[in-house]
């Protein structure tokens, strides 16, 4: 097994003892150019790190928060197991102000409310434990996922095979080893060779920036295209599928991802490329019925009129910028989570998935 880059973890300061500790992550804002990790303890600097970008990937901010939870806790001087799931309430309810698409953000600090509340009968010590103990394993869960996902997605492959992907869902965006990217390192694991068309991805370059960087770093055939450069290179018969990551999944299989993933799809589908969505099921929000619910993030105008360390739009344009988009349902030809490949229909297949054990 290839060894991994771990995207996020809590360090504790003293070695043997998980509390107190501190969220250690990569910061994603620097890369390529350099490998620099943050350490803190201090819920006010993970919200950033969330709303910044500094941690991103619908997994890797669900966790981030989770991890938040316990940093804002750890040292509280509650007297009480209760006064002390307030204060998890409190910072939970801090935390999800961060970013509203993702849905794994919700999903972690839900987790953590939901512990919380279940034990507020517990010491305050106890429960402290319990609340690392959990956040520990979001991330331990989401790795075993991305394994999963990556022994799913590599039978949709074969030796010699070119994915187009859009943004990063590899193991940046995750606690390791990625989604989307997952079946392609799984697959060079079993001794296949696969080639991958990055997406640049506009405007925050998490194509060319990390999934360039990630592949490059893991010896994989990697070659960069500007965003608009997916439908020739499919018209050229370059692509064998496509394979992307998704920020929440609606019941009937309509897709959040980054921005552009949609356009990706619409060419896809008239070039006759399978088009792929990864992700674990804690991506999935069957309280949606369809994409339209999702809730899109809208990111500042500067992250548009701004590139290369300098504007590059005219001062007063009018910017529109979403930082996602939904693929519908219609255009997917099948949802790979740890339980498997989902084939349309997607509604009883999540379900399904959902459901079991
Ligand atoms: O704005 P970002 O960089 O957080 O957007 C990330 C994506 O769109 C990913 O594709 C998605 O979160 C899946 S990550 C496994």
């Known amino acids: 097994m290839r060894k991994t880059l771990r995207t996020i973890e809590w360090v504790g300061h003293q070695p043997g003892a998980l509390l107190p500790g501190k969220v250690r992550l990569i910061d994603q804002t620097r890369l390529p150019a350099k490998l620099v990790w943050i350490q803190t303890a201090d819920l006010r600097k993970i919200w950033t790190a969330i709303k910044t970008l500094q941690v991103r990937g619908a997994p890797a901010i669900g966790i981030a928060a ?98 187009l992907t859009h943004c990063n869902a590899g193991g940046l965006a995750t606690a390791e080893f990625g989604t ?44 960069l295209i500007c965003d608009h450069t997916a439908a020739q290179v499919m018209k050229e018969g370059r692509i064998d599928c496509v394979m992307v990551g998704a920020d929440r999944i609606a019941a009937n299989g309509d897709s959040a991802n980054k921005i552009g993933t949609y356009s990706v799809a619409l060419a896809a589908q008239a070039h006759g490329i399978p088009f792929y969505v990864l992700a674990p099921t804690s991506t999935f929000d069957l309280t949606l019925a369809s994409g339209g619910k999702i809730p899109i993030e809208e990111r500042a105008a500067e992250e548009v009129t701004h590139g290369f360390g300098r504007r590059t739009a005219p001062r007063g344009v009018k910017v529109y910028a979403p930082a996602f988009d939904v693929t519908p349902a219609r255009l ?6 740890e339980k498997g490949v989902l084939r349309p229909p997607f509604g009883p297949a999540l379900r399904r998935a959902c459901a079991a054990g």
């Open 66 to 163: 989770a991890m938040g939870v316990v940093a804002a806790v750890q040292k509280s001087r509650a007297r009480t197991g209760a006064e002390l799931a307030t204060e998890v309430e409190r910072a939970a309810d801090y935390l999800a102000t961060s970013r509203p698409t993702a849905v794994n953000l919700f999903w972690a600090l839900d987790v953590m409310r939901r512990l919380a509340r279940a034990s507020h009968a517990l010491p305050p010590a106890e429960l402290k434990h319990r609340l690392v103990a959990a956040a520990l394993k979001i991330r331990d869960d989401d790795a075993a996922m991305c394994r999963a996902i990556g022994r799913h997605g590599a039978k949709l492959l074969k030796d010699g095979d070119t994915v």
């Open 332 to 337: 997917i030809a099948g949802i790979v989570c």
């Open 180 to 223: 989307a990217l997952a079946p392609i390192y799984t697959a060079r694991e079993q001794g296949r060779d696969i080639r991958v068309f990055a997406d640049e991805t506009r405007p925050l370059l998490q194509g060319a920036r990390l999934t360039a960087w990630e592949l490059g770093q893991a010896g994989v055939d990697v070659t």
